[in-house]
């Protein structure tokens, strides 16, 4: 008789066990559910709030737009200079006048740029042509700006401050490499 009740509260315990496991899943099911609605309301209230905002987005002086994205990213400091502007890639060459560093602001990535200059490998094109991307060195800090780092109406500034100091139009540009020559 014990080892028939000993079996039956052995079975009843193993039973009830699986039903709270069967629950917590359920549970547990019913909260990613929520957290993922979560995750999309805050992405949909985001897009909300840009597109409002998008429609004013304005770049009164785009050198202190410039200087002001890469001091917060970079952490650079000083006096802000543009040099020197390419159009084919497009780059801006800058410096900071107290520290005399150099920078190249471009919307070109690393990778982009060792393909391209593979593609121009003649060194008679590199030194012709005048664009720093393409005589790089090999030790260069490099830096990526985008909406994650750069602030939250990155992406639809930087067109508008590229324009402002180039006087040229860069198609789809969301994001800056910043490369910080020695």
């Known amino acids: 008789m014990e080892i028939l009740l000993a079996i039956v509260v052995a079975s009843a315990v193993i039973f ?38 998008a429609r004013d987005v304005k770049v009164e002086h785009p050198l202190g737009w410039f200087k002001n994205v890469i001091s917060k990213t970079c952490n650079l400091e000083g006096d802000f200079q543009l040099v020197e502007v ?12 107290e520290s005399g560093k150099n920078i190249i602001l471009t919307p070109l990535s690393p990778d982009a740029i060792r393909r391209l200059a593979y593609k121009n490998h003649s060194r008679i094109t590199k030194f012709a042509d005048g664009n720093p991307l393409l005589t790089l060195p090999r ?40 490369y910080a020559l020695p």
């Not at 985008?146 to 639809?156: A, E, I, P, T, Y």
């Open 16 to 53: 009830f066990g699986a039903l709270i496991s069967m629950g917590n899943e359920r549970q547990r099911r019913a909260l990613d559910n929520l957290r993922e609605q979560v995750f999309l309301w805050a992405v949909n209230d985001l897009q909300i709030k840009r597109e409002k905002l």
């Open 86 to 97: 390419f159009e084919s890639p497009a780059v801006m060459v800058c410096t900071y006048s």
């Open 139 to 178: 030790n260069v800090a490099v830096k990526e700006v985008s909406v994650l780092n750069g602030g939250f109406l990155f992406d639809l500034e930087l067109p508008l401050a590229w324009k402002g100091l180039t006087g040229r139009d860069v198609l789809h540009m969301d994001r800056l490499w910043v």
